[in-house]
């Protein structure tokens, strides 16, 4: 091994790029959300999938022209940092590191839950602990030995789950359609503004993690070109796909916002048994998919933060041999063990989320910084960019504003690290 900087490998292609964005998506959450847009939302929650869909797309696209600015790792840091400065670059990179810490490891609790299903000895605190052990501790290896292995394992899972929720979606329109009297009648509960505001929340995020896919610049073949073409077309993809499996869950699941296994127990009432074992491996697939993709990319939030000075020199270390970031990629899967073993699901989803909407805001601050500079870098440009900035900040502002005392504690904190960070480095050259 070696402590010098040595230049990273740039393997990732269009479609690589574009399903490991899907795969950053796709995680677990989509195996429970259903039952909880049904709660809020009754049979008008598949338009709530579509309206969150539209408001994250307005998002996606103005940080689709962002990236194209830019070939070198570093993501949502990178463009914080040249669009608004080093200390909101630090702090982006912070919230960004809590998303993509506490998102996996909600993803790998529902991992534990749903594994105890069919192996109950996991349903143990020992158990639980072995299984994350080995679960990230594999990951991060395979991750080590280079980013090949990793894009490959993304790539596999990306289309396993994809097939699964389609395989779900289709069937599931198919025997409504040659089976009506399977359909249950339509219910909405008395809906009010905050039913909807809160649902838009889980649904943001249920969207979110494509920002996370955006680090691994320096590992894509054409960044400034590929990003935009693969961040658009993963959000539209998702979207079309959410809103099917919310339409099929609440159309043949009676009661659904009482199902703890929305997706497991409609696939039961249509295709029987078999189909909801099915979508219960379905929900193991999903979750080890995305945290293979997490494993790939988010140790490239404190590599590049490293190799800018804005974080301690060993983050930037990349293996002699296997030419990957080695040491950001063990403290990270450290990290994401303790939040899984200390926390729960609940927990960690709810500190994802809140970092996840402060982020998307600065986003929408940066286009028009960028913009203005006309330098000629940009190789996407949306046709109304500065409608597209006042969408997108309007549209995190007011789900910002429904958050609760509790989460704005989270974000304070996570800010509070930042700016000391800030403080110890900002006389350094960065």
């Not at 103005?62 to 608004?84: F, M, P, V």
């Not at 299984?131 to 090949?148: S, T």
């Not at 789950?161 to 979606?169: A, R, W």
């Amino acid at each position: 091994m070696t402590h010098q900087p040595r230049a990273l490998v740039r393997t990732i292609g269009r479609w690589s790029l574009t399903a490991l964005m899907v795969n950053s998506i796709i995680g677990g959450g989509i195996f429970g959300l259903p039952s909880l847009l049904a709660a809020r939302l009754g049979a008008l929650s598949p338009l709530g999938c579509l309206g969150a869909g539209f408001g994250i797309l307005i998002i996606a696209a103005c940080i689709a022209e962002i990236s194209s600015r830019y070939d070198e790792t570093g993501g949502l840091y990178l463009y914080a940092t040249d669009a608004l400065g080093r200390f909101a670059g630090i702090l982006i990179a912070w919230l960004t590191w809590l998303t993509r810490i506490a998102a996996p490891a909600a993803v790998a609790n529902l991992f534990c839950t749903y594994l105890a299903q069919f192996i109950p000895a996991i349903g143990t605190r020992t158990g639980e602990l072995s299984v994350l052990a080995l679960l990230l501790g594999h990951l991060a290896f395979l991750n080590y030995l280079g980013v090949k292995s990793g894009k490959n394992i993304s790539n596999l899972f990306t289309v396993a789950k994809v097939g699964f929720l389609l395989f779900f979606v289709v069937a599931g329109l198919v025997l409504l359609l040659v089976r009506p009297e399977i359909r249950l009648p339509s219910t909405v509960p008395g809906i009010t503004a905050k039913n909807w505001f809160d649902a838009i929340l889980l649904l943001v995020y249920a969207y979110g993690g494509f920002e996370g896919a955006l680090f691994v610049g320096g590992e894509s073949t054409n960044p400034r070109r590929d990003t935009p073409i693969a961040l658009l077309l993963a959000l539209v993809i998702v979207s079309v796909l959410y809103t099917g499996v919310q339409f099929v869950t609440v159309a043949t699941l009676p009661n659904p916002a009482s199902s703890t296994r929305p997706l497991a127990d409609a696939a039961r009432h249509f295709l029987g048994s078999g189909g909801s074992a099915a979508m219960a491996l379905a929900a193991l697939v999903s979750a080890y998919g995305y945290l293979s993709a997490n494993l790939l990319h988010a140790p490239r939030i404190t590599f590049a933060m490293a190799e800018r000075g804005d974080f301690p020199s060993p983050f930037a270390r990349v293996h002699a041999r296997f030419r990957t970031p080695y040491f950001s990629i063990l403290i990270y899967t450290i990290i994401v063990f303790i939040f899984a073993a200390l926390g729960t699901f609940q927990w960690n989803a709810v500190l994802s989320a809140v970092s996840r909407l402060s982020i998307y805001g600065s986003m929408a601050l940066a286009l028009p910084v960028l913009r203005r500079r006309d330098d000629g870098k940009t190789q996407f440009l949306l046709p109304v960019p500065y409608l597209f900035a006042t969408l997108a900040l309007s549209f995190t502002l007011i789900l910002l504003t429904q958050m609760s005392r509790a989460d704005f504690y989270v974000v304070g904190a996570t800010c509070s690290i930042a700016l000391l960070n800030w403080l110890f480095v900002r006389k350094s050259r960065p």
